[in-house]
């Protein structure tokens, strides 16, 4: 079992920064290929960004250089660094763990344990 908890949303203005945390329980976690999602109101859940456990990364290609994931598996979590964010980027982001697995995916029903959620909101 993983439990995976998310902070550090907010509300910030166009060009902003925000990096997101995940810290994640269980013993198996430096394994475990992660996964950021986000569900803006009305919309999908939709892939941002996965990472293998030694770190190699993949991303929602509208988001490559702006966002960047990466994971500390001595203090299991994982981050999305997030920069000149726009007033498109407002969703509530999820963070996703496999089960038993280190290769990432874009899908979400490849991710057997979710988070909360934090909610992201950009003004423009």
């Known amino acids: 079992q993983v439990q995976l908890v998310e902070s550090g949303g907010g509300l910030v203005q166009a060009g902003d920064s925000l990096r997101l945390s995940c810290a994640a329980s269980?013993?198996?976690?430096?394994?475990?290929?992660m996964g950021w999602f986000r569900q803006a109101p009305g919309k999908e859940r939709e892939f941002v960004s996965a990472?293998?456990?030694?770190?190699?990364?993949r991303y929602l290609d509208s988001l490559k250089g702006r966002f960047t994931m990466s994971r500390d598996n001595a203090k299991n979590t994982v981050y999305l660094q997030m920069n000149s964010l726009k007033p498109e980027d407002t969703a509530v982001y999820y963070c996703?763990?496999?089960?038993?697995?280190?290769?990432?995916?874009?899908?979400?029903?490849?991710?057997?344990?979710w988070g909360q959620g934090t909610q992201v909101t950009v003004s423009s």
């Open positions: 269980g013993r198996a976690f430096m394994w475990t290929a």
């Open positions: 990472i293998t456990w030694n770190s190699i990364t």
């Open positions: 996703a763990a496999k089960q038993g697995s280190s290769s990432t995916s874009t899908f979400s029903s490849d991710y057997a344990y």
